[in-house]
């Protein structure tokens, strides 16, 4: 398998993920100052580093949709993840948790431009407020989640509706 992959690749047949994306680029504009991003059971400097580039991989999978030939900049102002932060006690010792309630959605405020191939500013918008009032699941955080697996996975569906409403919902 790997072979044939080395074959299409010599030939041309297959080209690297990001020749056929557009470019994004991702500030993060004082993360210090953002209204949610503790960490539940993990260092904080460590946990906010993972959720940063969860976000970059998020970003960039978006912008995967967009015409290869355009640049998308983003900076993010605030984030508030889905949930809190919240002790519980298991085998007789507490541990933190990050706990989902009914209006504990995810939130976000950035703002961003998109550019054509020239430079030219196609989209611009500042301080844009994303909510995730309609992100499915309660309780509390899963395993996988609090591994790593899927980090932002309120967060993610979030980001998913805001790009397909802003970037997809005009294209012909």
Not at 33 to 39: H, R, T
Not at 84 to 96: A, F, H, I, K, L
Not at 98 to 116: A, F, I
């Amino acid at each position: 398998m790997l072979r044939l992959l080395s074959i299409a690749m010599a030939a041309g047949l297959v080209l690297p993920l990001h020749a056929v994306a557009a470019e994004v680029e991702v500030t993060w504009h004082e993360p210090d100052s953002y209204k949610d991003m503790q960490a539940a059971e993990s260092n904080q400097e460590r946990y906010e580093k993972r959720v940063m580039e969860a976000f970059d991989a998020k970003f960039s999978e978006l912008a995967s949709k967009l015409p290869e030939d355009q640049r998308l900049h983003i900076t993010v102002t605030d984030v508030d993840l889905a949930g809190m932060v919240t002790p519980r006690e298991v085998g007789g010792s507490m541990q933190n948790f990050r706990v989902v309630e009914n209006m504990d959605y995810p939130y976000m405020e950035l703002s961003y431009t998109l550019y054509d191939a020239d430079g030219n500013v196609l989209k611009q918008v500042e301080d844009e407020r994303i909510r995730g009032n309609e992100v499915p699941g309660q309780g509390l955080s899963t395993a996988e989640r609090r591994r790593g697996g899927n980090l932002i996975e309120y967060e993610s569906a979030m980001l998913d509706r805001w790009f397909r409403n802003t970037f997809e919902s005009n294209e012909e």
